[in-house]
């Protein structure tokens, strides 16, 4: 059964740090891997999205690498700013048999950046 | 596009009582899923579909039915609601996987915030 699991599950920062957010996960039989933010009492926005035969994906600010043979990923976010501030979920599917297109999340890192 | 969109966006039921909670996409996506979000539980995987006409259970599907009757839509039924299945409830849709030029990347929607008494 895949378990991914995100460190730290807290973090606050200054703003204008750069900070790296972690997130393993126990099966490296993935198809992507997806990293998302969700806002207080609101749905989840996709971020970013990493396929198993890449190795990093950038948007603006954000960062994002995989190395599935040793089960890691990280979310690497430059020069913070408090509308940073939200929960960052990681989440990787599946690449067949039972979990043939399922996501499976962390519990996710929740992140303060204070002015 | 409006993207994934949910209807209602809260919800307070008696225990007993049935619903129904509709999921709609714009977006030609062939997967679609109902996951529930719980505090120090994460995001759970309730039900699935990969087509018009078809369902498949996840992680916790105990207590909810689907059904996929439009490509577009996607529903979560509760028959008696029970208060473990207060919750936040996401719908989510993806493009499908067996497509050369796939992400697969999936989108979310805005929720729905649901309380059983």
């Known amino acids: 059964k895949q378990e991914v699991t995100q460190i730290p599950a807290a973090l606050s920062v200054p703003e204008g740090e750069n900070l790296v957010l972690n997130c393993s996960f126990t099966?490296?039989?993935?198809?992507?891997l997806q990293w998302f933010r969700q806002d207080p009492g609101k749905g989840l926005t996709s971020l970013l999205l990493?396929?198993?035969?890449?190795r990093e994906q950038t948007s603006g600010r954000l960062n994002a690498s995989l190395d599935k043979s040793s089960g890691r990923s990280t979310l690497y976010i430059a020069a913070s700013q408090p509308g940073d501030s939200a929960t960052y979920l990681c989440?990787?599917?599946?690449?067949?048999?039972?979990?043939?297109?399922?996501?499976?999340f962390g519990q996710g890192t929740i992140l303060t950046v204070h002015p | 596009n409006a993207g994934v969109t949910q209807t209602p966006k809260f919800r307070v039921l008696k225990t007993g009582q049935s619903m129904t909670l509709l999921c709609a996409q714009d977006?030609?996506?062939?997967?679609m899923y109902w996951y529930r979000q719980d505090p120090g539980m994460g995001l759970r995987l309730i039900h699935y579909?990969?087509?018009?006409?078809?369902?498949a259970k996840g992680e916790v599907p105990d207590g909810y039915n689907v059904s996929r009757l439009k490509k577009q839509n996607f529903l979560l039924g509760l028959e008696s609601a029970a208060p473990s299945q207060t919750s936040v409830y996401f719908c989510?849709?993806?493009?499908?996987?067996?497509?050369?030029?796939?992400?697969?990347?999936?989108?979310f929607g805005p929720g729905t915030r649901l309380t059983v008494l």
């Open positions: 977006m030609n996506h062939e997967y």
């Open positions: 099966d490296s039989a993935i198809y992507n």
């Open positions: 989510a849709s993806s493009d499908t996987q067996t497509s050369g030029r796939a992400r697969n990347e999936q989108f």
């Open positions: 990493i396929q198993s035969s890449q």
């Open positions: 579909s990969v087509g018009e006409g078809t369902t």
């Open positions: 989440a990787v599917r599946g690449a067949g048999g039972t979990s043939y297109g399922k996501l499976t």
